[in-house]
Structure formats: C-alpha cells, structure tokens
C-alpha cells in the first residue's frame, strides 16, 4: 500500500504545528490539491490529506481512535467511481457506518461530488447514473429557501459540475440544501443530513470557474465550529500530529538531495561569443545543416528550435565527443539506469551502469547529478562581461526526451517492449557547448559553460565562429529551401508503407471509454492510437526534419534528437512545462512555472478565419475538455506553488494546419521555503495531463488496456512510447523548457518491425473523449492530427 500518508502541510507558513487541523480525505482525484488550496486560503488553518485506502480495514477502528479527536471537521473529496464499490471509497463508507452505529463520536463532515454521494449512499439513498451527464460544464446551481448556514444566501450562482452520478432521496435522512434545474428534471446539488453535522455538495466548488467556493468553506468551517463548541471537544496533542506529518508519500520528497541548489565553485569556465553574420535570414536549420554536412552528414547535435511564436529561442545542442554523458533509462530494466559516454557519429562508448536500489529512482539520479553540476546564472554572470540584454535560457545542462511510460500510474508489468532490447524511456544528453538564437533580437551566439577548464572548449569556439562567418561570407552557410523536397518521398526511390489505424478498432475503444465516462470512473480519457511509417533505410532523420520544419508543420516547440537507440523529429505546438528566473539580476532563485495545455482542435484551411475557430471552439465539449485539464493542471501544481493563477483560459491559437483552443496556468516556486524545485513539479505532473484525461490515475490505467486492444498495430500492453511523454532542455542553473510530444515522429532503431530495407518510425494521434464526443467526429479529428506530421510523407 506504500505510505500511509500524504501531508499537505501548508509548507508555506511557519512550519510550527497549531491546532485544530482539518483532514481531507483523497479518492484520487486530479483535483484534490485546488479543494485543498480553497480550504487553506478560505479558513488559514492547516489540512493533513489521506487517501482513502491509506489504511487496510483492520486498521480503520485504530486510526479513528487515534486521531478523530484532532481534527475539527473531515472534508471527503470528489474521485472516480461508485460509492458502492469499497475499492474506489475505502474508509470512508466505514466513516458514515461508524457514525450510524456510535453517535458518540461524530466529527462533522463535508462531501464534495463523490464524498456527498457516499454520504446519501451510506444513509439509503440510491447513487444512480444521470440521464444528461455533466463533465466539465457550469451551470447555475440554487439554494433552497432554508440552505442551513451552508449558503449565505439564495440567490443563483454558477459553479462547475463535474459528475456522471447523482444520489436520488428516498428517504428523510438527508434534507436537500440546493438544486440544478434542467429542462425536464432537478439534480441534487447540496444536502445535509437531519441529524448529524454531515453536510455535502455535488458540484465543484474548487474549480477555477466555480464562485462562491471560499463561501462555502467558510460557512461550513462556521457550522462546525459552533458543533464542536456545543457536542466536542477537540484533542491537543502536537506530539501525535508530528508524528503523523512526518510519514508523508514518497513522491513529496525533494529530488535535489537536501533540497538544495548552490554554487560550489568560485570560478567556472564561461565562454560566450556573439556570432557576427552578414544578415538576419539565418535560423537554427540553416545552422544545424551546415554542421551536418561539414561533419560527414552526421547529426552529432540536439536542436530545440522555436519555429514558429509564442516559443523565442532556439537552442543547438553540441555534444563534446569522449566526454558528453548521456543518461539512458527503460520502464523494461526500471532499476538499472545506463550512463555512457557520446562519441562519434551518436554513439556511446563505454557503458556504465547504475543499479537502484529500494526507493531510488532515475529522477533521484537526475537530481543528484544536477546538484554536481548546478552553477547559478548571477555566477556565470560574473565571470564575462555583459554579452546580451537579456539572459539566455540555457547555459549548458541536459537536453532529451521522456517517454508517456517514465510518468507515474503506468502498469510497467503490462508492458512490451517495442525493441529488440529494452525501449528507450528516457534519453538526456549533458551539453557544455551549444549555440542560441534569440528571435527578438535576431542575434546569435556561440557558448561554452563548464565547471572544470578545458583548453579545448576555447579551440572550439574560435573554430565554430571562424566556420560559421566564413561560410556566411562564401555564401555558403544559407541552406537553399528550394533544394529540400516538399515531401519525404522524394527523399527514395523506394516506395514508403503506411500501417493506418483501423477505424472499426476505434470505435470499439471509444465505445469503451464512453462506458467508463457513464460509470463514473474518469470525466475525460484521451485515447490515442499509433499511424506506422515504413521508410526506406536510405532515408536520413534530419532529411526528414527539414521536410517537416520547412515545407510542412512549423512549430513554436520544434525539435530534432538523433541518439544511438532512437530518434525524434518533432513540429509540437504544446508548451508541457516551463521554469525559469524570475529576475534577470537572478538575485533569488524563484522560478516562473507555467503549463500550457491545448485541447480542442480545428483543421486550418482556406474557408477557415481565426472568427470560425473561434465559434466552433468555444463550445461546450470542447470548452468542457479544456477546463478539466486546467483544473487537473491546477492541481499538479499546488502540490508545490502556493499561489498558481490561470492567465490565459481558452485562447485560441492560430498554427500553420490547425486552431488549437489554448489555456495558461502559471506560477511561482521559491526553493527557500519548500526546498521543491522544477525537478519536482515535472517528476509529478507527468504524463502530461492533456494526453491522459481525469482523474490522471484512473484515466492512465484504464487508457492503459483500451489501447492494448489495439492488435491490429501491435501495440500489446498499452505502450505509447516517445509519444506522449517531453522533450526538452533542464539548463544548470536550473531553467528549462520542456513540450509535449505530438504532431511527431520517431524511430527505434532496433524496433522489433524494422526490416532489412525499411525502418518503422511510429506517429501517435488521438483526442480528449467526454460524454459530448461523437465517434465520427473524434475519429476526424484524429485523422487532422496524424495528417499534420504524416503530411511529410505524402
């Protein structure tokens, strides 16, 4: 069962225990830390979270006794499933047993969705499916005339419903508190029981386009008060709650040993140099061609490349051969992390191996190499003088990709490996020289950051600017875009194969996960599907990614990686994560967070104006699909941010082959108060929320075997790969940027389906399903999707 508890224990504030504290208690849901954040900001006090199988059953009577007395009320939180089902409620169908069977020791509670069904389950009233499910929609919710205290008035507000149940009263157990009035029936949205201090709503109050949340809080925090001052007292004893706040969950700890990045060195060797070229026409593939054809057409480079807005800079990546680490890992060998070194032509010479043991994990790996490696920007700062008006985003540090499979909730036990090998999960290169262009100002510059002095990092980037400026005075550095085919296939005379996702599978799936959305069990499932490309073996990745990036599919996060094992050409228009300095003196190491998810999709054609976009976008299922990944967002982050704030919700964005329905959500993590760092957030929010759906854990596991089905493609065990999971950059001092993998494509170069005259490179593509999805239309709207990085190829 692992840890029994997860302690959400305001590390914001002063770190001394006070009482009364307020336990909420977990389903899993992907909305838990906003109720939690809500009840911290509305009341002050501080709230301890378990989940609610934290204890086996024989346990429930020991922590009742033990700890009950300690806090001033319990809030259940919502989750996925039936509270008739004890594996999706646990303890708490025992709470209202225990409170029907002793009265002696009841500590008020509110229900939020699933804890206010279980409420009215527990107490005889039936929890039936809804005719007219609502996931993610708002509708205005009214309070009845004699609302308790739990509303302070009666007037009509609008909150968020997400729920694909609701209790139907029977009998006078419980008194209704408020409704939803829909044009042929009323739901239940709020009750209390007759007798007992136990109260709930069916709505989300935490939602970020629900009001009157805080009211809520804080008039049920008034009603518990005034109980407990008249039925019980609450218990004082700090020793006891100390000794339950230090058993917190595994994925709390920090990554960065001790939590803490710092200089441990006085004087690095920082190399910056402008690079003067003859005019600005020049970009990253200009750049990267001409080190590939100065190199024996080998890609022995890693490019970050923004080619297109809102994304401002691109980053090459230039491995040093002999002496570049390259970190490999697979969910296959999950306890064996391989660390080599680059050579030549993207290999890697010799192998190393790390072996984990009990509670280690390649993230703690990262962390720890971070820690060695870090240098602070103020101190590379000091040591050149001022080269630019702005700082670069990336001073050296790792550059790579993450597949879907290294997040968390994936059964590594259903997998197969797609290789002949184990598949390559995670792949980061450490970079120390790397050239930048900055798209606002058009400059470009050519750096070396190392911790150790190496005479040959100054040859190099004497030798890298004396090449690049004279090939721009010979002419010959501009790559002529006439010259690259405007499809792949002109790349071969051999012919290219194509393995399409079968549509009779599909709806199979999607009726799938329509039942799991009726059953309660996920509010949105982002089921994808793969797209095979057989490509001749002439045919080269970085031909591919010109193609692609030129003729086809620019996109603000762009990137080529060529490792020994795999390959990535990506056109991603999702930013997954970023976090960088909030200042530019870098005076303090409080990072910027921000996340910006997309969901909801428009084919960009000539009939088609940012106006029509914008009105087939903003509709309810896709609006609905959209707000629950910010909200699921919302709550990755407030495990680690005390203030995270939606800047942008439901823009819509404008790409080369589609209009994509666009949110914001951002914040600040300032290291010094909770020793969190970037590290943290990324290791928890993934696999991207965008790509799973909610609740993110039920969604994963389900997604997990609907995609097994997909036989016709091999794809035993539910196996996404690359696709899904990040690529990107974490710079040493500690900024990085990393995007979803979609709208790409990518090769295993010992796939178990490559043949002797053709390499399998696999595309992914699917969508956020919800009760509102319309299998033809989602099937469409897939199909727009692979067209966009298939569209190479044709």
Known sequence: ???????????????????????????????????????????????????????????????????????????????????????????????????????????????????????????????????????????????????????????????????????????DSIVPLAHCYEPHDSILMAGRHSKLPLYGVQYHPESICSSRGQDLIRSFDSIAQTYNECHRKIGDNPQLLKDLKLKKAAHENTLIPNGILEDTLKKPQV??????????????????????????????????????????????????????????????????????????????????????????????????????????????????????????????????????????????????????????????????????????SNDWFIASVSKDFHQDNLDWCKSMINQLETADLEGTLKLNKDLIPSSVSQLSNDKIHFEFPDENIYEKQFDQCQECLHSGDSYELCLTTPLKIFLPKSIDPWDIYKVLTLHKNPAPFSCFLEFDDCSLVSSSPERFISWKSTHEDNDNDIKKVELRPIKGTVKNTPDIDLNKATALLKTPKEMGENLMIVDLIRHDLYQFLPNVQVSELMSVEEYKTAFQLVSVIQGELDPSTNNYHGLDILHNSLPPGSMTGAPKKRSVELLQDIESGQTLVGNEGGRRGIYSGVCGYWSVTDDSDWSVVIRSIFHYNQDLENSKTHNLWRIGAGGALTVLSDVKGEWEEMNVKLQSACQAFH
């Open 271 to 440: 190399i910056i140099e402008k690079l003067m070229l003859s005019h600005d026409t020049y970009n990253a593939i200009d750049i990267c061609d001409y080190i590939y054809n100065s190199e024996g057409h080998r890609a022995n480079f890693c490019l970050y490349n923004s080619a297109a807005v809102p994304s401002e800079w691109s980053i090459i990546g230039l491995p040093t051969p002999g002496r570049s680490e390259v970190v490999s890992h697979s969910v296959d060998d999950v306890n064996k992390v391989v660390v080599s070194t680059f050579g030549d032509n993207v290999h890697v010479d010799p192998l190393q191996c790390i072996e984990l043991s009990n509670g280690q994990s390649v993230w703690g790996i990262l962390g720890m190499k971070m820690k060695q490696r870090y240098i602070s920007t103020k101190l590379i700062n000091s040591q050149v003088s001022k080269y630019h008006q702005r700082n670069f985003p990336f001073y050296g540090g790792y550059m790579g990709l993450i597949s879907y499979e290294e997040g968390k909730f994936i059964q590594i036990s259903k997998l197969k490996s797609l290789t002949t090998s184990t598949t390559p999960d995670m792949k980061l290169i450490f970079i120390e020289r790397f050239i930048l262009f900055d798209h606002k």
């Open 1 to 171: 069962m692992g840890e029994k508890f997860t302690s959400h224990s305001s590390p914001y504030k002063d770190k001394k225990l006070f009482l009364p504290m307020i336990l909420l208690i977990d389903s899993y849901d992907s909305f838990t830390n906003n109720l939690y954040q809500l009840i911290v900001d509305s009341t002050g006090k501080e709230v301890i979270i378990i989940h609610n199988d934290s204890f086996c059953p024989e346990e429930y009577s020991q922590f009742w006794d033990t700890y009950s007395s300690l806090f001033e009320y319990i809030i259940i939180g919502p989750g996925p499933g039936h509270p008739s089902i004890q594996g999706d409620v646990g303890i708490i169908s025992w709470i209202f047993q225990h409170y029907q069977q002793s009265k002696l020791t009841v500590v008020p509670i509110l229900g939020i969705c699933l804890g206010f069904q279980c409420l009215c389950h527990e107490f005889g009233n039936p929890v039936k499916r809804l005719d007219d499910i609502k996931h993610g929609q708002i509708y205005d919710i009214q309070p009845v005339d004699d609302a308790c205290n739990l509303f302070p008035s009666i007037e009509l507000f609008p909150s968020v419903r997400y729920h694909s149940l609701h209790a139907e009263l029977v009998n």
